[in-house]
């Protein structure tokens, strides 16, 4: 692990930066700098979260994993490896020993019912004829028995006979030629297309089998029933920064050497060189959580030193261990940021000024 850089170290490094902008001065003499330690930390503290929960289960059929599961007898003293990553979830599902057993299903006959549409007879019943399409049914069924089959006396038909014959038929009724509907042959009615005239038809309900899967026992008569428990382990993620101002973050992200300190246990303690500041931020999120049953506290950080020069007052320069030395990152400082937007102004309100002028003049 590096050590921190001291005040002479990052001074000098910071004297090589000034120099090219043509700045020589001798940063470390007193008076002639200012340096402040800003140091960055990013600390990740993963635990995980341990629960245990028990209770009376019923699922249809012989599950083949339930008889497979690990047993228990006292859940809250039923010893489980703590995870050896905390940051993965685990659930495992336990048996109370003894508890195994089967029930029939009291909704059915080994898994089958009788199908509810028809009441398990297979079939629907159906009007074997309908009403004729040709005639509906009525007088028309045959000019001269109108359906009836005896022959009506003559002239008591008010509507004269049609001349044109030719879509009329024997009457299978009353016999006489070219009189009945071609569709129903004076009947008046035809057979039912669904059922071809026998009366009934398949059920679709059972397509005919007159017998049911029983969806609650999933077809299987029986239902396993047991004590069981799972005991979970959830990651649970929280994330302690003091990061870099946004200008500053690329740079210190990417190329900074970060020292990295990992803690396992609750009783570990913090690294002796961190930052009294950051200890002080982590420290109230290190207590043992409930419930848990593994952590790793991840902590970065990085020394970070913000440096002034009083030859160089339009320019900020930060400071921190890379893993090619000390490297400087120079922004502009907040005098110059604020005289730089007060000349734009300026330049912006002259523009204006000559734009309102020309156009005063052309107009
Ligand atoms: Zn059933
Ligand atoms: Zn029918
Ligand atoms: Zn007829
Ligand atoms: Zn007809
Ligand atoms: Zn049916």
Same mark, same amino acid.
């Given at each position: 692990?590096?050590?921190?850089?001291?005040?002479?170290?990052?001074?000098?490094? %910071?004297?090589?930066?000034?120099?090219? @902008?043509?700045?020589? $001065?001798?940063?470390?003499?007193?008076?002639?700098?200012?340096?402040?330690?800003?140091?960055?930390?990013? +600390? !990740?503290?993963? !635990?995980?979260?341990?629960?245990?929960?028990?209770?009376? !289960?019923?699922?249809?059929?012989?599950?083949?994993?339930?008889?497979?599961?690990?047993?228990?007898?006292?859940?809250?003293?039923?010893?489980?490896?703590?995870?050896?990553?905390?940051?993965?979830?685990?659930?495992?599902?336990?048996?109370?020993?003894?508890?195994?057993?089967?029930?029939?299903?009291?909704?059915?006959?080994?898994?089958?019912?009788?199908?509810?549409? +028809?009441?398990?007879?297979?079939?629907?019943?159906?009007?074997?004829?309908?009403?004729?399409?040709?005639?509906?049914?009525?007088?028309?069924?045959? &000019?001269?028995?109108?359906?009836?089959?005896?022959?009506?006396?003559?002239?008591?038909?008010?509507?004269?006979?049609?001349?044109?014959?030719?879509?009329?038929?024997?009457?299978?009724?009353?016999?006489?030629?070219?009189?009945?509907?071609?569709?129903?042959?004076?009947?008046?009615?035809?057979?039912?297309?669904? +059922?071809?005239?026998?009366?009934?038809?398949?059920?679709?309900?059972?397509?005919? $089998? !007159?017998?049911?899967?029983?969806?609650?026992?999933?077809?299987?008569?029986?239902?396993?029933? &047991?004590?069981?428990?799972?005991?979970? @382990?959830?990651?649970?993620?929280?994330?302690?920064?003091?990061?870099?101002?946004?200008?500053?973050?690329?740079?210190?992200?990417?190329?900074?050497? &970060?020292?990295?300190?990992?803690?396992?246990?609750?009783?570990?303690?913090?690294?002796?060189?961190?930052?009294?500041? @950051?200890?002080?931020?982590?420290?109230?999120?290190? $207590?043992?959580?409930?419930?848990? %049953?593994?952590?790793?506290?991840?902590?970065?950080?990085?020394?970070?030193?913000?440096?002034?020069?009083?030859?160089?007052?339009?320019?900020?320069?930060?400071?921190?261990?890379?893993?090619?030395?000390?490297? %400087?990152?120079?922004?502009?400082?907040?005098?110059?940021?604020?005289?730089?937007?007060?000349?734009?102004?300026?330049?912006?309100? %002259?523009?204006?000024?000559?734009?309102?002028?020309?156009?005063?003049?052309?107009?």
């Amino acid at each position: 692990m590096a050590k921190e850089p001291s005040t002479e170290e990052i001074l000098q490094a %910071v004297e090589l930066h000034v120099a090219r @902008h043509g700045i020589t $001065a001798r940063l470390s003499s007193p008076g002639t700098a200012d340096l402040s330690r800003q140091p960055l930390l990013d +600390c !990740r503290i993963v !635990r995980s979260i341990e629960k245990r929960e028990e209770g009376r !289960r019923r699922v249809p059929g012989r599950p083949a994993d339930v008889a497979g599961r690990e047993t228990y007898t006292d859940l809250a003293t039923h010893p489980l490896d703590p995870p050896s990553d905390p940051s993965t979830a685990r659930k495992v599902e336990l048996v109370l020993e003894g508890s195994l057993g089967e029930a029939p299903c009291d909704g059915c006959d080994g898994g089958r019912t009788d199908c509810e549409r +028809c009441a398990g007879r297979g079939r629907l019943e159906c009007e074997p004829f309908v009403e004729c399409e040709g005639c509906e049914g009525g007088i028309d069924a045959c &000019w001269e028995c109108e359906g009836s089959g005896r022959p009506r006396p003559r002239g008591r038909r008010t509507d004269p006979r049609p001349a044109d014959v030719r879509q009329r038929v024997r009457c299978v009724r009353c016999r006489r030629p070219d009189a009945a509907c071609p569709a129903c042959l004076g009947r008046g009615r035809t057979k039912c297309a669904d +059922c071809k005239g026998t009366g009934s038809v398949q059920c679709p309900g059972c397509k005919g $089998a !007159r017998r049911l899967r029983h969806a609650e026992c999933a077809g299987t008569g029986v239902f396993t029933t &047991w004590t069981g428990a799972v005991i979970s @382990h959830t990651p649970e993620v929280r994330r302690v920064e003091q990061s870099a101002p946004l200008h500053l973050r690329q740079p210190t992200d990417g190329a900074g050497q &970060w020292r990295r300190t990992v803690l396992t246990t609750a009783t570990e303690k913090l690294p002796d060189d961190l930052d009294p500041r @950051h200890r002080e931020l982590i420290l109230p999120h290190l $207590a043992l959580a409930d419930g848990e %049953v593994g952590r790793r506290v991840t902590v970065r950080r990085l020394p970070l030193a913000r440096v002034t020069a009083h030859a160089d007052p339009d320019r900020v320069y930060f400071a921190f261990p890379s893993h090619t030395g000390i490297k %400087v990152v120079e922004r502009p400082s907040r005098q110059r940021v604020v005289r730089f937007t007060a000349v734009a102004s300026t330049t912006l309100a %002259v523009a204006v000024l000559v734009l309102v002028l020309v156009l005063v003049v052309l107009g």
